[in-house]
């Protein structure tokens, strides 16, 4: 019994207290806010008790395998403190000394915070190479090694060895984030636009995603129709307190792949496959209202205008292209419910 109310009290201090009606504003000057990252995303993805919290622990079966593919290289002395629970870095391709900048170093940062939140160790498999050649390799030789794929780049130029890499490996998941930042040109040249799309068409394995930003007041961000040819579109909408604009893209993608590894580890199937990850993160999102309205940093404009902006995405555009898929902010709470009720777990 002894155990059972320290455990719980651990647990408790990983979440917020709840804010008052009075709180419920936005107020730069408040130092209540959640500002420990890690705390925020799992609050939002709807693990936001501690009795939910000891639930998602109880399931982890296996240690994810996540590949960072990019040309930043990682610095993993930096991220020394983030390795908790057994979490490890494992160089495939390129070293420490490797390390060109710091980009990418943040970046898995908060994916580690946010598994070690979700009680899910990880194994980050890095791939730092240079030219569209050796990248089309690591992202093959990443596919038939890990269960997830992430980069943290937009790649604008001769992308189809690229493509060719992941249409090879179809159930691996890859993810990439939205590439609001680049060239004026068209998308249909950018490796993101080439991925899955909610007519059915791109590559299936290939997702994109977004932060809804804890300093973004609700707003998404506004999709750059650089012509009528833009063929890039979003798949999936993650909370992320690292993003301090909804344009940041980067970092919702370290928070959807520790819930894809969730998925992964508690599933503990080897063969889990990319549809079948995407399938229960697409079935199982929300819009986190009450969530949003017990942090001090939404209210109820907030919600209302994340609401207005879900809406304006998963309805077509002036070009009749659907640009969101997943109409809602994915919830690992209803995944877990989701994957309950089909048995996976003993």
């Known amino acids: ?48 008790t501690p009795e939910k919290a000891a639930l998602i622990k109880m399931h982890y079966k296996r240690m994810p395998k996540i590949a960072l593919v990019g040309s930043s290289g990682l610095k993993a002395s930096e991220l020394s403190g983030r ?7 494992k160089y495939i391709v390129g070293s420490e000394k490797t390390c060109k900048s710091m980009h990418d170093v943040y970046q898995i940062s908060e994916l580690l915070l946010v598994a070690e939140k979700l009680f899910c160790p990880v194994e980050i498999q890095v791939y730092h190479v240079n030219g ?30 690229l493509l060719k890499s992941v249409a090879a490996n179809p159930d691996t998941l890859y993810i990439a984030p939205y590439g609001e930042v680049g060239p004026k040109y068209f998308t249909g040249r950018a490796f993101q636009g080439h991925g899955r799309h909610p007519d059915g068409s791109g ?20 999709v750059l129709q650089r012509d009528r040819r833009d063929s890039q579109t979003i798949n999936f909408i993650a909370p992320s307190s690292y993003a301090s604009t909804p344009g940041t893209t980067c970092p919702s993608v370290g928070v959807t792949a520790a819930v894809a590894a969730w998925i992964v580890s508690s599933a503990g199937n080897e063969n889990i496959t990319a549809e079948e990850i995407i399938s229960l993160m697409k079935e199982n999102v929300s819009l986190p209202e ?5 942090l001090v940093n939404f209210n109820r404009a907030c919600v209302n205008t994340l ?14 292209i659907v640009r969101l898929e997943a109409v809602g902010v994915i919830d690992l709470w ?8 089909q048995g996976a777990f003993d």
């Open 203 to 222: 590559l299936r394995n290939l997702i994109t995603t977004i932060p809804l930003a804890r300093n973004g007041r609700g707003k998404l961000l506004k």
């Open 132 to 161: 569209i050649s050796k990248l089309a390799e690591a992202f093959d030789q990443a596919g038939k090694s890990a269960d997830i794929v992430i980069t943290y780049h937009s790649f604008w130029h001769n992308v189809e060895p």
């Open 83 to 89: 390795l908790k629970n057994n979490s490890r870095i």
């Open 334 to 341: 209803k995944i877990y419910q989701g994957m309950s009720r």
């Open 1 to 48: 019994m002894k155990y059972f109310l320290a455990s719980l009290i651990a647990v408790m201090m990983l979440f917020p207290v709840f804010a008052s009606e009075k709180e419920k504003t936005l107020d730069k000057k408040d130092t209540r806010q959640i500002k420990v990252y890690g705390d925020w995303e799992a609050f939002m993805l709807g693990i936001d």
């Open 290 to 294: 009450e969530r949003m309205l017990n």
């Open 307 to 320: 609401k207005q902006d879900i809406a304006t995405l998963s309805q077509p555009d002036k070009n009749n």
